[in-house]
């Protein structure tokens, strides 16, 4: 059976490429679209609020347990039982609380969004690193009189929208300031001196001094600090406590101030914060300690404190907070812009799905407002709520009707077709016109809860027709790249099949076209069509598989019984392999499995005596690389072992060096030497600059310019040396020591040694798969016109005549190809979150906040695994005989077993975490394949060596 050529190979895997990004959408068209539409009418809290100005505090990165546990950080030393006494005092004598809960991601940008837009922004603003608006939303400081804002560059200007919005001010500082390995306090001083200044200002300047004192102001203080310390030190560092002290005095030193200035009692206080932080500095999925944030609000329109209720408000959560004397009310992030806009009586930002806590009847003391007019301003407000939801639904919904062919109206809005709620809403009206205050609260939190469940049945809409599109397309993939592999002519087709796939295609096209569908419905439609006909064309072309077996025994009931029992066992390994996404010790038993069960099971007495050595290396290699998915996540950052790490590196370069050196004269010490060098002189650069760091002394600028230095050089020498570099073994160790400045500088514990066992890990694996598929002595690698030779008999051969014939054991190795894809990833202790990614070791050479270039160091750090399995692959491909990406195609046929498993455990209900894994689990899947395909190019390319190489 002919094995497709190199271009037909790229052609395939560009097709992968595209088609698994785009799927990637599917998920957010399935489950997240946006919720912003245009054409909305706004509704008005009241006439006037309780309050003439509100001040908005958002402590950026503050955890609601490290603010107000008693004694919360122990091991600090000579650190005070209560952090924020000021914050606390308010808590206990002037105001409301309660726990604010984030939805994922929990990202400053988001975080905002739905403090002050009130709604929970489009997933696609990720894509723009969340500093541009995919779509212009409305918020609380649009609706204000005027908004003085002051803080963060990447957070002030999401709120304002050109010279749309010029009564919104904001004062930010440079970016340069937002340093990780400097004093970060002088990020929230800075603000609080701007502050200062505007007042100052304001007492000689009438017309400004005339916009601060007017009504429906609003002024907002975010304060960067506690974020940028949580990110340098950690949330349970001193200097993450001092910080928090000081956001406490500037709370404290900002109320004085607008007493003092205005001389009333006519200003409202909120403080808040968009997100939490993890353990280790990290923030942005679903952790409970990135989800819960502390909320305080206290003046003229917020109620003062009331003692708990039986039953509790508190739970073994908030217990620890030594406050279960006083009630705690939580709320949902977005459901503060509603209660600043009622305090203020400005109309509701239009897009806002926030639920005042004062709608609920049932809700423990009535929520967080104390109003002038009592009962009846809160059965208004609440009306006002089910209104602003209310008319989110009704544009929605008649957009769906308009564009959607037998569309199904949402059934508890459904009896009020024409109208939308309008007959529920004069009931509320009614309710309040005979004062049966109770009674509309009630039947305004029925309408706000049928509201939003509609506004999620339109978002969702579309969830069947895009889930089917989904399985047809990923079984149409796979079966498209069996048909790729198995087939030895892709050309031709079926005139029948054709027109069946164009015909399909027409037909979902037009449908679209009459329901006004996105333009993403006509892509996701493209691949299933394209796949299928491609497969069943090929399957009508050429027959049925041989996989290596007389067409006769195809059908014998061995044979059958044997694909059957290798098919089931290649779901239970992916299906395995899911559940190791959340169970890390899956992969360690993975690996007992590959490394001694499996040669113990499978390998003949003969195979044994011959390779003992190698099976004994082999299994123990395995357990080693075992140990570190048992390893924790949160690890603390250690010189000794990241210069470990190093040193194991030097000794694997020293020992394949003496190796090298004896098979040849023609063999060359001086590029690996210097790689050597590399390794040295960073173990050397990185403990400087951990030092530094440490004792917060900032990071010199030479450790800086030589951290840079060595990754370039580093990266630069198998180019420049690369060429006098012959041989298999010759290659690898060089790609290796490549990477070992990288190792170095950007650990924070044991990556370094992951990465050198790993790579042994994967030398043997060559070794292994070679030994077991010949069932003789393993071959000896050799240097020539093309890695992809054998010695035997002292001659140099080609693989067999560039014929693919598949075997049953090559599901195997595409199944040991796919469980190295993961642990590599996953190896060093990564769990499938934002939260496992250290950024500490990043400092060493960005101290300054710079995302895209953080995140472009961390993702070249999890590159390196990756090229020394590509090289590994390319490599046990030739050993075996197989043309360039054979297994690799393999492997394609399996692994989105895995992705459809994960695409239908995506969910949009449940907790936080559970949301967010479920979104980051499927990313993951559906990218690693992506990853894999272009890792194995990469192997392919580096692995090809000049037509007159020299033999090792």
């Given at each position: 059976?002919g094995a497709?050529d190199?271009r037909?190979?790229a052609?395939l895997l560009v097709?992968?490429l595209?088609f698994?990004l785009?799927?990637i959408?599917?998920v957010?068209?399935?489950y997240f679209?946006s919720?912003?539409v245009h054409g909305?009418?706004?509704?008005g809290s009241?006439s006037?609020?309780?309050?003439?100005?509100l001040v908005?505090v958002v402590?950026d990165?503050l955890?609601a347990?490290l603010?107000?546990?008693?004694n919360p950080?122990p091991?600090?030393r000579?650190?005070q039982?209560?952090?924020?006494?000021y914050?606390?005092?308010?808590?206990?004598t002037r105001?409301a609380?309660?726990?604010s809960?984030?939805r994922?991601p929990?990202?400053s940008?988001?975080?905002?969004?739905?403090?002050?837009g009130g709604?929970?922004?489009?997933?696609?603003?990720?894509?723009?690193?969340?500093k541009?608006n995919?779509?212009?939303?409305?918020?609380v400081?649009?609706?204000s009189s005027t908004t003085?804002?002051f803080?963060s560059?990447?957070?002030l200007?999401?709120f304002?929208?050109?010279?749309s919005?010029?009564?919104?001010?904001?004062w930010c500082?440079?970016?340069s300031?937002e340093?990780f390995t400097k004093?970060a306090?002088s990020l929230?001083t800075?603000?609080?001196?701007?502050?200062?200044?505007?007042?100052?200002?304001a007492t000689?300047d009438?017309k400004?001094d005339a916009?601060?004192?007017g009504?429906?102001?609003v002024?907002f203080l975010?304060l960067l600090g506690?974020?940028?310390t949580?990110?340098?030190?950690?949330?349970?560092?001193?200097?993450y406590?001092?910080?928090?002290q000081?956001?406490d005095?500037?709370?404290?030193?900002?109320e004085?101030?607008?007493?003092?200035?205005y001389g009333?009692?006519?200003t409202?206080?909120?403080f808040?914060a968009d997100?939490?932080?993890?353990?280790i500095?990290?923030?942005?999925?679903?952790?409970?300690?990135n989800t819960?944030?502390?909320?305080?609000a206290w003046?003229?329109?917020f109620r003062?404190p009331?003692p708990d209720?039986?039953?509790s408000t508190?739970d073994?959560?908030?217990?620890?907070?030594?406050l279960?004397h006083v009630?705690?009310?939580d709320?949902?992030?977005?459901?503060?812009?509603?209660?600043?806009?009622?305090?203020?009586?400005?109309?509701?930002?239009?897009?806002?799905v926030g639920?005042l806590p004062?709608?609920?009847p049932n809700m423990?003391?009535?929520?967080?407002l104390?109003?002038n007019?009592?009962?009846?301003?809160?059965?208004?407000?609440?009306l006002?709520?089910a209104k602003v939801?209310?008319?989110?639904?009704r544009?929605k919904?008649?957009?769906k009707?308009?564009?959607?062919?037998?569309y199904?109206p949402?059934?508890p809005l459904?009896?009020d077709?024409e109208?939308?709620?309008?007959?529920?809403?004069a009931?509320?009206e009614?309710?309040i016109r005979?004062?049966r205050?109770?009674d509309?609260l009630?039947a305004s939190?029925r309408l706000?809860?049928?509201?939003l469940?509609?506004?999620?049945?339109l978002?969702t809409?579309?969830?069947?027709?895009?889930?089917s599109?989904v399985?047809?397309?990923y079984?149409?993939w796979?079966a498209?790249?069996?048909?790729?592999?198995?087939?030895?002519?892709?050309?031709?087709?079926?005139?029948?099949?054709?027109?069946?796939a164009v015909?399909?295609?027409?037909?979902?096209?037009l449908?679209?076209?009459?329901?006004h569908?996105p333009?993403?419905?006509?892509?996701y439609t493209?691949f299933p069509c394209?796949?299928?006909?491609?497969?069943l064309c090929?399957t009508?072309k050429?027959?049925?598989?041989s996989w290596?077996?007389?067409?006769k025994?195809?059908l014998s009931?061995?044979?059958i019984?044997?694909?059957?029992?290798?098919?089931a066992?290649?779901?239970?390994?992916?299906?395995?392999?899911?559940?190791a996404?959340t169970?890390?010790?899956?992969?360690s038993?993975?690996?007992?499995?590959?490394?001694i069960?499996?040669?113990t099971?499978?390998?003949p007495?003969?195979?044994?005596s011959?390779?003992?050595?190698l099976?004994?290396?082999?299994?123990?290699?395995?357990?080693?690389?075992?140990?570190?998915?048992?390893?924790s996540?949160?690890?603390?950052?250690s010189v000794?072992?990241?210069?470990?790490?190093g040193?194991?590196m030097?000794?694997v370069?020293?020992?394949?060096?003496?190796?090298?050196?004896?098979?040849?004269?023609d063999?060359s010490i001086?590029?690996?030497g210097?790689?050597?060098l590399l390794?040295?002189?960073?173990m050397a650069v990185?403990?400087s600059s951990?030092?530094?760091?440490?004792a917060k002394r900032?990071?010199?600028l030479l450790?800086?310019?030589s951290g840079w230095?060595?990754?370039a050089i580093?990266?630069?020498?198998?180019t420049l040396s690369?060429?006098n570099v012959?041989?298999v073994?010759s290659k690898?160790?060089?790609?290796f020591?490549?990477?070992?400045?990288?190792?170095v500088?950007l650990?924070?514990s044991?990556?370094?040694?992951?990465?050198v066992?790993?790579?042994?890990?994967?030398?043997?694996?060559?070794e292994?798969e070679?030994?077991?598929?010949d069932r003789s002595?393993?071959?000896?690698?050799?240097?020539s016109?093309?890695?992809?030779v054998?010695a035997q008999?002292?001659?140099i051969?080609m693989?067999?005549?560039g014929?693919?014939?598949?075997?049953?054991?090559?599901?195997r190795i595409?199944?040991?190809?796919?469980?190295?894809?993961?642990v590599a990833?996953?190896?060093t202790?990564?769990v499938a979150?934002?939260s496992s990614?250290?950024?500490?070791p990043?400092y060493?050479?960005?101290p300054i906040?710079s995302p895209?270039?953080?995140?472009?160091?961390?993702?070249?750090k999890?590159?390196?695994?990756?090229?020394?399995?590509?090289?590994s692959?390319?490599?046990?491909n030739a050993r075996?005989?197989?043309?360039?990406f054979?297994l690799?195609?393999v492997a394609?046929?399996?692994t989105?077993v895995?992705?459809?498993?994960f695409?239908?455990?995506?969910?949009?209900t449940?907790?936080?975490?559970?949301?967010?894994?479920?979104?980051?689990?499927?990313c993951i899947s559906s990218l690693l394949?992506?990853w894999?395909a272009g890792i194995c190019?990469l192997?392919?390319?580096l692995?090809?060596e000049p037509?007159?190489?020299k033999?090792e």
């Amino acid at each position: 059976m002919g094995a497709p050529d190199s271009r037909s190979v790229a052609t395939l895997l560009v097709i992968g490429l595209v088609f698994h990004l785009i799927y990637i959408g599917a998920v957010f068209d399935c489950y997240f679209t946006s919720p912003v539409v245009h054409g909305m009418k706004a509704y008005g809290s009241r006439s006037s609020g309780e309050a003439k100005r509100l001040v908005l505090v958002v402590g950026d990165g503050l955890r609601a347990d490290l603010l107000l546990n008693v004694n919360p950080f122990p091991s600090v030393r000579n650190s005070q039982e209560i952090v924020a006494p000021y914050l606390r005092s308010v808590i206990e004598t002037r105001g409301a609380w309660g726990i604010s809960h984030t939805r994922v991601p929990t990202e400053s940008r988001p975080g905002h969004v739905a403090l002050i837009g009130g709604m929970y922004e489009d997933v696609s603003a990720v894509t723009k690193g969340w500093k541009s608006n995919p779509v212009d939303f409305d918020s609380v400081f649009n609706r204000s009189s005027t908004t003085f804002s002051f803080g963060s560059p990447d957070i002030l200007p999401i709120f304002t929208h050109a010279d749309s919005t010029p009564h919104i001010r904001t004062w930010c500082y440079d970016e340069s300031a937002e340093d990780f390995t400097k004093d970060a306090t002088s990020l929230d001083t800075w603000v609080l001196e701007q502050l200062h200044t505007l007042f100052a200002n304001a007492t000689t300047d009438p017309k400004l001094d005339a916009q601060v004192r007017g009504e429906k102001t609003v002024f907002f203080l975010h304060l960067l600090g506690l974020d940028t310390t949580g990110h340098a030190y950690r949330p349970h560092s001193p200097e993450y406590v001092r910080n928090i002290q000081l956001v406490d005095a500037i709370v404290r030193d900002a109320e004085s101030l607008f007493s003092e200035y205005y001389g009333d009692n006519e200003t409202a206080f909120v403080f808040t914060a968009d997100h939490g932080m993890s353990r280790i500095g990290n923030h942005g999925d679903g952790d409970p300690d990135n989800t819960r944030t502390p909320l305080v609000a206290w003046g003229p329109g917020f109620r003062g404190p009331l003692p708990d209720t039986v039953p509790s408000t508190h739970d073994d959560y908030s217990t620890p907070f030594n406050l279960s004397h006083v009630m705690r009310t939580d709320v949902s992030q977005a459901d503060i812009a509603p209660l600043m806009a009622s305090v203020l009586g400005i109309d509701w930002p239009v897009n806002s799905v926030g639920v005042l806590p004062d709608v609920d009847p049932n809700m423990p003391g009535g929520g967080y407002l104390q109003l002038n007019d009592a009962d009846k301003g809160k059965a208004e407000l609440a009306l006002v709520n089910a209104k602003v939801i209310l008319e989110q639904y009704r544009v929605k919904h008649s957009i769906k009707k308009k564009h959607t062919l037998l569309y199904k109206p949402f059934m508890p809005l459904a009896a009020d077709e024409e109208q939308q709620g309008s007959a529920d809403v004069a009931n509320i009206e009614r309710l309040i016109r005979e004062q049966r205050w109770r009674d509309s609260l009630a039947a305004s939190k029925r309408l706000i809860d049928n509201a939003l469940d509609g506004l999620s049945y339109l978002q969702t809409y579309d969830r069947t027709l895009i889930r089917s599109l989904v399985v047809l397309a990923y079984t149409g993939w796979m079966a498209f790249s069996l048909s790729f592999i198995l087939s030895s002519d892709s050309s031709g087709s079926s005139p029948f099949i054709t027109a069946g796939a164009v015909s399909a295609l027409l037909l979902t096209w037009l449908l679209f076209a009459a329901q006004h569908s996105p333009w993403t419905f006509y892509v996701y439609t493209i691949f299933p069509c394209y796949f299928w006909h491609q497969a069943l064309c090929s399957t009508v072309k050429t027959g049925l598989p041989s996989w290596n077996q007389p067409r006769k025994e195809w059908l014998s009931a061995w044979f059958i019984s044997k694909f059957a029992v290798l098919g089931a066992g290649a779901v239970i390994v992916l299906q395995s392999m899911v559940l190791a996404y959340t169970h890390r010790s899956i992969w360690s038993a993975g690996f007992v499995i590959i490394g001694i069960i499996w040669p113990t099971l499978s390998w003949p007495r003969e195979m044994w005596s011959r390779n003992v050595w190698l099976g004994l290396s082999w299994a123990g290699s395995c357990l080693l690389t075992s140990i570190f998915p048992l390893l924790s996540v949160d690890k603390d950052e250690s010189v000794i072992l990241i210069s470990l790490g190093g040193a194991a590196m030097l000794l694997v370069g020293f020992s394949g060096i003496h190796i090298l050196s004896r098979r040849g004269p023609d063999f060359s010490i001086h590029p690996f030497g210097t790689q050597m060098l590399l390794i040295g002189v960073t173990m050397a650069v990185t403990a400087s600059s951990v030092r530094n760091l440490q004792a917060k002394r900032g990071l010199p600028l030479l450790n800086e310019v030589s951290g840079w230095a060595l990754l370039a050089i580093a990266a630069a020498v198998p180019t420049l040396s690369g060429k006098n570099v012959t041989g298999v073994h010759s290659k690898i160790l060089m790609y290796f020591l490549a990477f070992g400045p990288l190792f170095v500088l950007l650990s924070i514990s044991v990556e370094g040694l992951f990465y050198v066992v790993f790579s042994i890990t994967l030398a043997l694996w060559i070794e292994v798969e070679s030994a077991a598929r010949d069932r003789s002595p393993v071959p000896a690698l050799v240097g020539s016109s093309d890695p992809r030779v054998h010695a035997q008999d002292g001659k140099i051969a080609m693989p067999s005549s560039g014929r693919y014939n598949p075997r049953l054991d090559d599901v195997r190795i595409a199944l040991f190809f796919l469980f190295f894809v993961q642990v590599a990833f996953f190896g060093t202790g990564n769990v499938a979150s934002i939260s496992s990614f250290y950024l500490a070791p990043v400092y060493r050479l960005v101290p300054i906040f710079s995302p895209f270039l953080m995140a472009s160091l961390l993702i070249y750090k999890i590159i390196a695994p990756y090229v020394i399995l590509a090289i590994s692959f390319a490599v046990l491909n030739a050993r075996l005989r197989l043309p360039p990406f054979s297994l690799f195609l393999v492997a394609l046929t399996l692994t989105d077993v895995m992705t459809m498993t994960f695409f239908f455990r995506v969910t949009d209900t449940g907790s936080w975490l559970e949301i967010g894994q479920s979104i980051t689990f499927f990313c993951i899947s559906s990218l690693l394949l992506v990853w894999s395909a272009g890792i194995c190019a990469l192997g392919e390319y580096l692995m090809s060596e000049p037509r007159k190489a020299k033999t090792e």
